[in-house]
Every structure is written in C-alpha cells, then in structure tokens.
C-alpha cells in the first residue's frame, strides 16, 4: 500500500535550544494578526527550519509579488445593507467549510514543531476547515488520518512518482481512506532553487526514509531540504496522464500550480474538477505572475471561450500565494475564486506555539472576515462581488502603495556568497 512520504526529521539539540527560545515568545493575546506569527517564527525557529519555510527561487522576486499583488486591487464597499448577521461560510468541492479558506499542502511539518501536520489536522477539525495533506509529509499519511476527528474533510496533494505503481498506491489508499479531493502538482517538475534552503545542509536522519516504499536512489543533502527530498518527482508528467488518474480514483482532479488561462481552459477541457491558480508560494519558477493576478486572466478567458462564471460549482478556482489577511481573501472571492489557500502563515504559527497558534491564526481570520464582509457591505459570501473590486491596476507590476511594514520587516533579505572566515 502506498504511503504518503514521511520524512522523519529528528528531534536535534538544536530542537532543545529552540524550546529556550520559545520560554520568551510573547503571549498568544498580543498576536494580532498572521504577520505576528512570521515575526516570532523568525526569532524562535531552528535556522534550517526558517530557511526551509521562508524560502523562496532565485532573488524572491515571485515571492515578495506574491502579496504585492493584493496592493493592487481595492476595494469599492457598498453601505446602508444591514449588516447585523454575517456569514462568511461556504463549500470547497460540496463540502462545507465555516471559511473560504483552506490549509494548503507544505511539506515537512516536523521542521517547525515535533507534532508536524497534527498541529494543522486538529486545529483543522476544530474550526472546520479543510487541511490538504502533502505528499511530504513529515508525519505519515496514515498517522495524520488516525488523528483526524470522525467526518473531517481532507485533500490530498499529490507530488506524481516516476514510479507510477508507488502513485497508484497511494492514490489508492487515499480514497479508501475517505480523502475528498486530490490535488495534483503541476508546477514542480523540478523543484525550485531556493538558496536559503540551499546554504542550509539538510540533515535529517535519512530523507530516503522519505518514504518506507520510494526507492529514493541518490539522496543529495548538500543542497538543503527541497533537494534531498524531490528526486523521485517525475518531470514527465503531462496531459494525457489524467485519463490515466480517472482509471484509478474517482476523487475530484484539481490541478495545483496552473499559471495563465491557457492551461486553466486545457484542465477545464480534461474534465478536471477545478485549478489551483499558484506558483508554489514563489518557490518554483521565479517571475510567475501572482495566483491573484492569473485569476483576473482565467475568469474573463473561460468566460469568453467556455461562457463560464465564477465562482463556479463545476470548475472551481481557488488562488493561493501571499495570502496574510481576510481581505485578501475577499478580493480574490470578488474576482471569483471559490476559496484560497493558505500555506506559510500556518507553519509559523505551528512553529511558534503548536496547535493553539493555528487556532489562534484562524481565530483572527474569523474576526477579520466578520469585520471586513460588514465594512465591505456583504451579508455572505454570495454577496462578495465582482463590483466590489477595482482590480484595474492588477498586471501593472510597478505601482507605488503605502508601505507593508510588517511583510517587509519580516522579510529577511538574501545574503550572498561570502569568505570563508568572514
Ligand atoms: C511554504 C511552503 C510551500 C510549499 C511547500 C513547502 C513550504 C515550506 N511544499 S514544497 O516543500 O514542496 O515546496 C509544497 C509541497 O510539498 N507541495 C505543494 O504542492 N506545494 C508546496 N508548497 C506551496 C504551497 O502549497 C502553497 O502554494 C504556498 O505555500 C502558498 O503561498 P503562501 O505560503 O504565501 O501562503
């Protein structure tokens, strides 16, 4: 049977050092908001761990757009609508979700805490949210199954094998095991060069032991975490392998990564259930456009070539990328986005509190979407649209806003190579 990969990071002195650290974070009432949490991750995580989350390609450029590109999109909020009673809950592929967000896939959860994934599954479970668990799991995929509360709703994110039958088991498996949703990476035939990561030797026990069935062959840890555990990617992976994929499940296929209309209109062609408009967080190819921006593209193609509108039950778009407040959230549900995903700000909260800074990040998620749909004049979700935003300036990449101090101060600029004792 296949197994998700686990990746067994061991519990270093490091990890002793990072529990000292932890003793002077501040207290979870003064997080305000998920900026809060990047800032104490920073200050309290293992380097290697920082290096691995924060990471992005070559000069971050995508990365830092990533959020950028939210600055470009405001808001035109309607009044006098009697906004008492607010409902910003929804349904991501027919299941409910008591936001329209979801926890995306990010690998190696034991980086930034010993509990890794759990943190997330339980929180998930806890707020009703969806969580999609990640090929590179740090806990295994059954382990994070075994943890999940009765009913809990999953995706699976899936990294396809060169070795299709460890795929096939493991898709396999998934459905048996109730996943609701496989969401298939397809902006990572190779992985990025992130070289945060990259200056960081990886030295987890055995990332070969990244799974108990992948032959992973040649495991090179010089180059960090991202390369010691993606050999077995298969950069051959293409169109007509999703007829193969409905031969083995019956989950809905949403492709994750998609990143211009072109190839949105080719997976809405193939009968896929939905993309994901996303660049990996900026860490695969440097100088993709943001999820946001694509989205703006592939509303108005399939519109025009497939008289398609979003948000749609058929063929469901999310975005992710950059995500740091409900009201990036909004706009992009203005623009049509069933739900975003949300990766880093997560793993920050898990690496600096465990499980309560999830509850806590999705808490203040919650107050800002009650705050926001109010002031925006949406009584639900439904409400949030298209009029709403003036997204005009989206593909202008170079327009002046109000400084983001608190993305920027948290943002820790690259170093380059230096002397050896210097
Ligand atoms: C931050 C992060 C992202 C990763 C991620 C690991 C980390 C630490 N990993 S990676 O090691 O291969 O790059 C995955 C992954 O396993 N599979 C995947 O589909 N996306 C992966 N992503 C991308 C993720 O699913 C979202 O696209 C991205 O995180 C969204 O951007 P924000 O972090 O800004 O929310």
């Known amino acids: 049977m296949g197994t998700v990969q686990k990746v067994e990071v061991k519990v270093t002195d490091e990890e002793k ?23 104490i991750a920073r200050s309290v995580m293992q380097e290697k761990a920082w290096a691995y989350y924060s990471s992005a390609a070559d000069d971050e450029i995508t990365l830092r757009e990533n959020h950028a590109a939210y600055h470009r999109i405001w808001f035109r909020p309607r009044i006098l609508r009697d906004v008492t009673n607010v409902d910003f809950s929804t349904s991501i592929l027919g299941h409910k979700t008591s936001m329209p967000i979801y926890i995306t896939a990010t690998a190696l959860g034991k980086l930034g805490h010993p509990d890794g994934e759990l943190n997330l599954t339980r929180s998930a479970a806890k707020h009703d949210v969806i969580q999609m668990i990640p090929t590179l799991a740090s806990c295994s995929f059954d382990e994070i199954l075994d943890n999940a509360a009765p009913g809990q709703v999953q995706f699976l994110q899936l990294y396809v094998n060169k070795d299709r039958a460890i795929t096939k088991r493991l898709v396999e498996h998934a459905e048996q095991r109730g996943i609701k949703g ?3 990476t397809v902006d990572a035939p190779q992985l990025g060069r992130r070289e945060k990561d990259m200056r960081m030797k990886f030295d987890a026990e055995d990332p070969a032991e990244v799974s108990k069935n992948d032959k992973q062959g040649e495991v090179d840890r010089s180059q960090g975490a991202a390369r010691a555990i ?16 409905k031969s083995i499940t019956k989950m809905p296929l949403i492709l994750k990564g998609v990143q211009c209309w072109e190839d949105a209109l080719e997976a809405y062609d193939h009968g896929c259930a939905g993309v994901v408009l996303s660049n990996h967080g900026g860490r695969q190819l440097e100088f993709a456009r943001s999820g946001i921006e694509v989205l703006v593209e592939v509303v108005e193609k399939l519109g025009e070539k497939r008289g398609l509108h979003f948000p749609n039950e058929k063929f469901q778009v999310f975005v992710d990328g950059g995500v740091r407040r409900a009201t990036d959230v909004l706009k992009a549900i203005a623009l049509g986005a069933t739900a975003v995903g949300i990766g880093r700000p997560f793993l920050y909260a898990f690496s600096s509190y465990g499980q309560e800074g999830v509850d806590k990040a999705l808490t203040i998620l919650r107050d800002e979407f009650e705050m926001n749909m109010r002031l925006l004049g949406a009584r639900n979700i439904k409400e949030v649209v298209r009029e709403m935003v003036d997204s005009s300036n989206i593909h202008t990449h170079t327009v002046a806003v109000p400084e983001d101090s608190l993305f920027r101060l948290n943002y820790e600029s690259m170093q380059h190579a230096r002397l050896k004792d210097s």
């Open 182 to 184: 496989l969401f298939i």
């Open 17 to 39: 050092a990072r529990q000292e650290r932890i003793k002077a974070r501040p207290s979870l009432s003064e997080i305000l908001n998920l900026h809060d949490f990047e800032a």
């Open 230 to 245: 993606s050999s077995f990617i298969d950069p051959g992976l293409q169109w007509s392998d999703l007829k193969w994929f």
